[in-house]
């Protein structure tokens, strides 16, 4: 083989004609100079800077699409933020108004067996005063029957009539004292009712079984059918059931997911005559089971979905946008390196 090809020097300019049918201008007016490959650039230039700019757009107006469903969220996010402390100091204030309650209900039951304590304190008194006019009368009674029996050995002041001087003297004082001690008794029963229908107008508690002030868990303002009280504690109580204290919070995530989609197909309908609506949003308690908040809740959802739908479509138009720039960059760069107005200078 190697004798049979021979080696023969390559003659001078042997690829002239080739590089001229290769980059052979297409330009009249600049017969001189040209190259293919910067029109071949050029002519791809042309085609990366529209798509370039249909990236660049795209993902600028995916971006402020992003930008604002997510501005949105965080709203929303604040307000729920902002439900969920008012459920926080609604729970306190829940807190207090039921201690109270429970303070209350304890009076209410202490001054009860204040007044009967009080009573039976009455009933004994009044026993002892009774008595005490019982001795008034034998005193009485006697002291007539010496005066009528005119003995000489009874000398006034003297013997058994000193001691019944004495005697009647300690009566007296006795008797004397027994109008203050009513009244005070008296006062102290009136009192005594005073403070326990103040506090409440229920009915004292006939047996120790209906309440039991040292019993856990104590639920002071229950509701009871047909009765109506009035007092301290029926105010607290009404701010108490106003608050809804007693009401748990029942708010799942599925129930958020289900007002969400009652938001997105639209199906939620506000069915009341526009001259009679109350204001809205309505706000009731608990907070945690307003509809409102489960309806903003729904919101966020909605927009977390979103967001989690738009990001990888803007992550990839970002990654079209920087690629086209890339493209554009290197062409720029090559294009200024074969330019043939600088190359023919």
């Not at 017969?31 to 029109?39: H, L, T, V, W």
């Not at 009933?123 to 010496?146: A, G, H, V, W």
């Not at 007002?259 to 009679?276: F, W, Y």
């Not at 409102?292 to 479509?313: N, R």
Request: charged share 30%; net charge negative; with cysteine.
């Amino acid at each position: 083989m190697l004798t049979k090809h021979n080696y023969v020097d390559i003659a001078t300019g042997w690829d002239q004609e080739t590089i001229l049918d290769c980059c052979k201008s297409n330009n009249p007016e600049d017969p001189c100079c040209s190259d293919c490959c910067y029109d071949s650039w050029q002519d791809e230039l042309n085609k990366v800077n529209p798509a370039y700019n249909h990236a660049v757009e795209c993902a600028t107006q995916l971006q402020n699409k992003v930008d604002f469903i997510t501005a949105r969220r965080d709203k929303y996010k604040s307000w729920v933020d902002e439900l969920d402390k008012a459920e926080t100091l609604a729970r306190d204030i829940c807190h207090q108004l039921k201690l109270i309650a429970v303070q209350s209900e304890k009076i209410w039951y202490n001054s009860c067996k204040a007044v009967e304590a009080i009573e039976i304190l009455f009933c004994m008194i009044r026993d002892i005063f009774m008595q005490i006019d019982k001795l008034k009368t034998i005193y009485d009674s006697l002291q007539n029957c010496i005066s009528r029996n005119n003995d000489p050995c009874l000398v006034k002041g003297q013997g058994i009539l000193k001691y019944l001087d004495d005697y009647k003297i300690k009566l007296d004082a006795t008797i004397k004292t027994r109008d203050d001690v009513v009244k005070n008794i008296i006062d102290a029963i009136r009192i005594g009712n005073l403070i326990r229908n103040n506090i409440s107008t229920k009915d004292c508690p006939c047996d120790d079984t209906t309440y039991d002030p040292c019993a856990d868990n104590q639920t002071p303002c229950a509701t009871v059918e047909g009765a109506v009280y009035y007092g301290f504690k029926t105010i607290i109580c009404e701010w108490y059931n106003a608050f809804a204290c007693d009401v748990d919070c029942t708010t799942t995530s599925t129930q958020t997911q289900n007002q969400s989609q009652q938001t997105q197909s639209g199906s939620s309908q506000d069915n009341c005559d526009d001259e009679k609506c109350e204001l809205k949003p309505t706000f009731d308690f608990p907070i945690c089971n307003n509809s409102f908040k489960i309806k903003v809740q729904g919101w966020v959802q909605k927009d977390d979905d979103k967001l989690k739908e738009l990001m990888p479509k803007l992550n990839k138009l970002k990654m079209k946008r920087e690629a086209l720039l890339a493209c554009k960059t290197s062409l720029v760069s090559a294009i200024k390196a074969v330019d043939p107005v600088a190359r023919c200078k």
